[in-house]
Nanobody
Framework: QVQLVESGGGLVQAGGSLRLSCVAS????????VGWFRRAPGKEREFVAG????????YYADSVKGRFTISKDNAKDTVFLQMDKLAPEDTAVYYC???????????????WGQGTQVTVSS
């Protein structure tokens, strides 16, 4: 069993930055791929970024490419999502999720965090 806890959300002005963290407990992240998803008000949850288990491959939604960066600190069992050049359309609850080995862009992950709110003001 893996427990995931996100943090780092908040209110930021357009053009600003935030760094989200996803800390794992229960089992090491070493074998797990991690995805970041978000759900905006009135919309379906969508894939944002992913990192495979070895941290050798990253994946991004087109809407965040060049602005968001996913990374991992194995020693701390933590995955980060650095979000730069934030825009109001990035406002959502952000979730991290984990599954063994490979990243997928659908919701078929085994473990989910509780989410952290990101609000970008114009």
């Amino acid at each position: 069993q893996v427990q995931l806890v996100e943090s780092g959300g908040g209110l930021v002005q357009a053009g600003g930055s935030l760094r989200l963290s996803c800390v794992a407990s229960g089992r090491s992240f070493n074998r797990y791929a991690v995805g970041w998803f978000r759900r905006a008000p009135g919309k379906e949850r969508e894939f944002v970024a992913g990192l495979n288990w070895s941290a050798t491959s990253t994946y991004y939604a087109d809407s965040v490419k060049g602005r968001f960066t996913i990374s991992k600190d194995n020693a701390k069992d933590t995955v980060f999502l650095q979000m730069d050049k934030l825009a109001p359309e990035d406002t959502a609850v952000y979730y991290c999720a984990a599954r063994l080995w490979t990243v997928i862009t659908t919701n078929a992950y085994d473990y989910w965090g509780q989410g952290t709110q990101v609000t970008v003001s114009s």
